[in-house]
């Protein structure tokens, strides 16, 4: 919320779900993570808004460990929906998302616009319109995130294009039941596509830093061993079922973006560091991979 207020990007959803942050870092950690929450924000839109076009909507999205991204909101300003967008994270994470959603009308009213049908389900831990459903489920377990997503009709779209999203996520599995999901998206949705955001390279020294400083805050990646290289990254989504796939680090797609956006963002904090900067953006990365990509 912090990056969305200081003039990062624009997302007007992001403040009925996150309260403002009152640390600041020392600059040129903020702006280093601040401009690669800003790559990443932008590189994994420019992805999904490319499927969405190829596939003229006609399409459907899980968005796999969703948090309280406002992704379905800003793609319905932008008339960009697909025919269905899913969340999926841990029942207590779902449970406040819905709580929020509920009480705030600047987040329900866009479902309620979107819904069409008799009624809208909802409870405590999912919620299930004929445009948006968010389930709570264990992406742990393949069986149990399917018997959740079967009961919010998920498998009546298995002919739509398929969209899936993980934005650190697989790194907190290890690195089997990482490939367990990888597996079952590609073994369950005929024509798919699959969007990977986390960190790469992490066997150099920053990398082991990056590793001992999440651990002292009781963060364990359980699956930063597949986080080696951009290569590792790609191999794990070949074995598990992808046809085909790539992987650019964050400094690639950092240099990809608009130069004059990029230019205007360079201007709100100042950064004398930018060999640190660099180094952050070189250890994430964005993965995708695709199935059937004949139809998409």
């Avoid at 996520?169 to 699959?194: E, G, K």
């Avoid at 990809?256 to 660099?278: C, S, T």
Wanted: with cysteine; proline share 4%; net charge positive.
């Amino acid at each position: 919320r912090f990056a969305v207020s200081v003039g990062y990007w624009k997302d007007p959803y992001i403040q009925y779900f996150v309260r403002q942050a009152k640390e600041r870092k020392a600059p040129e950690i903020n702006r280093g993570k601040l401009a690669c929450y800003y790559a990443r924000v932008h590189g994994v839109s420019y992805l999904i808004k490319a499927f969405l076009k190829k596939t003229e909507c006609n399409c459907q999205i899980v968005n796999l460990g969703a948090g309280m991204d406002t992704l379905f909101w800003r793609l319905k300003d932008e008339n960009l929906l697909p025919r269905k967008y899913f969340e999926v994270d841990f029942p207590m994470i779902v449970a406040r998302k819905i709580h929020n959603i509920k009480s705030k009308p600047p987040l329900s009213k866009p479902i309620m616009e979107s819904h069409s049908g008799d009624s809208l389900l909802i409870d405590s831990h999912s919620l299930d319109s004929s445009r948006y459903s968010i389930v709570g489920a264990d992406l742990r377990f393949s069986s149990d995130l399917e018997e959740k997503l079967k009961k919010h009709n998920l498998f009546f779209f298995l002919n739509l294009p398929t969209l899936l999203v993980a934005e650190c996520v697989l790194v907190y599995m290890t690195p089997q039941q990482s490939a367990n999901l990888l597996q079952w998206a590609a073994s369950t949705f005929p024509v798919a596509m699959f969007i990977n955001y986390e960190q790469v390279n992490m066997t150099d020294r920053f990398g082991q830093i990056m590793i001992e400083n999440l651990q002292r805050r009781q963060c364990n990646l359980a699956g930063v061993e597949v986080c080696r290289s951009l290569d590792s990254q790609r191999e794990r989504l070949l074995l598990n079922g992808w046809e085909t796939a790539r992987a650019i680090d964050m400094m690639k797609v950092y240099s990809f973006l608009p130069q004059a956006d990029v230019k205007r963002i360079e201007g709100l904090e100042f950064l004398d560091e930018k060999e640190l900067f660099e180094q952050l953006m070189q250890h994430y990365c964005i993965c995708w991979a695709s199935k059937d990509s004949s139809n998409l």
